[in-house]
Nanobody, 122 residues
């Protein structure tokens, strides 16, 4: 397993941008697929984006396609989520997660960060 710590959340106006970061520890980080998931108040956690260990493959939820970009830097053991054109409905706690295979299913992810709050105001 890897240990994950998210940062970069905050308050932003609708239409603005934020970049979330996830710092990982553990020598095997580069072998893990990574993902971002989010949970809004009163709602279930949902998949946002995922990236394969090599960064060759990426997947996005339909709700964020064209607005969010996931990336990683294996040398720095970092994963990023660039969020542009933010909407109020993007307000949620965002979690970084790691899995042995890339997936849109949160059940496949076995290492999680503590989350970072993103609030989008109108």
């Amino acid at each position: 397993q890897v240990q994950l710590v998210e940062s970069g959340g905050g308050l932003v106006q609708a239409g603005g941008s934020l970049r979330l970061s996830c710092a990982a520890s553990g020598r095997t980080f580069s072998t893990y697929a990574m993902a971002w998931l989010r949970q809004a108040p009163g709602q279930e956690r949902e998949f946002v984006a995922a990236i394969s260990w090599s960064a060759v493959n990426t997947y996005y939820a339909d709700s964020v396609k064209g607005r969010f970009t996931i990336s990683r830097d294996n040398a720095k053991r970092m994963v990023y989520l660039q969020m542009n054109s933010l909407k109020r409905e993007d307000t949620a706690v965002y979690y970084c997660a790691a899995s042995r295979k890339i997936s849109g299913n949160e059940g496949e992810y076995d290492s999680w960060g503590q989350g970072t709050q993103v609030t989008v105001s109108s």
